[in-house]
T-cell receptor, first 116, second 115 residues
């Protein structure tokens, strides 16, 4: 069974600073994918970044990067140069292998507040 | 136009009433999902469907039923609503074989309140 753990219910960061949101996972599948989604106060879920289990490089998308440490089973999201608009809930999720059930599992989320 | 739409966006109903939440998508994805979100609990899967003839229970299906009327439509029903079904409900789609990463595409959510 897949499991995602986000241990930080809330995080605070000063505008323009970097912040790391933690995510650990557990799975017995060698092939899996890891995702981060953002949920602003308006409620929609926005896909941010993806990391495949066999990807050699850490994924990056603009100011977002995923610090993937496979041996530690962690997939932390790093947001560089935080902006006020980054204040939101952030969810880590994983899916199993394409040939399997592929059902995504979500963590409980981390609330990020960016201070001016 | 949005790729995944949900109706209604907000609904207030009374205990014991039957209610249906509808989801439509124009992404052409076979896989569709219904989640509920409660504060501090993240997203929990209610039902999912891999195609029109394939419907599966998720983590918290009790009290809910679904119908996949077409590839593009997936409805969630609460046969007899109760207050602890008050939550934000999301519909999502995915296409793991379409060349992407298998990420999910979410509708805007339906905020349901059961009094």
């Amino acid at each position: 069974a897949q499991k995602i753990t986000q241990t930080q219910p809330g995080m605070f960061v000063q505008e323009k600073e970097a912040v790391t949101l933690d995510c650990t996972y557990d799975t017995s599948d060698p092939s899996y994918g890891l995702f981060w989604y953002k949920q602003p106060s308006s409620g929609e879920m926005i896909f941010l970044i993806y990391q495949g289990s066999y990807d050699q490089q850490n994924a990056t998308e603009g100011r977002y990067s995923l610090n993937f440490q496979k041996a530690r089973k962690s997939a932390n999201l790093v947001i560089s140069a935080s902006q006020l608009g980054d204040s939101a809930m952030y969810f880590c999720a994983m899916r199993g292998p394409p040939g399997g059930s592929y059902i995504p599992t979500f963590g409980r989320g981390t609330s990020l507040i960016v201070h001016p | 136009d949005a790729d995944v739409t949900q109706t209604p966006r907000n609904r207030i109903t009374k205990t014991g009433k039957r209610i249906m939440l509808e989801c439509s998508q124009t992404k052409g994805h076979d896989r569709m999902y219904w989640y509920r979100q409660d504060p501090g609990l993240g997203l929990r899967l209610i039902y999912y469907s891999f195609d029109v003839k394939d419907i599966n229970k998720g983590e918290i299906s009790d009290g809910y039923s679904v119908s996949r009327q077409a590839q593009a439509k997936f409805s969630l029903s609460l046969e007899s609503a109760i207050p602890n079904q008050t939550a934000l409900y999301f519909c999502a789609t995915s296409d793991p074989h379409g060349g992407g990463d298998g990420e999910q595409f979410f509708g805007p959510g339906t905020r349901l309140t059961v009094l």
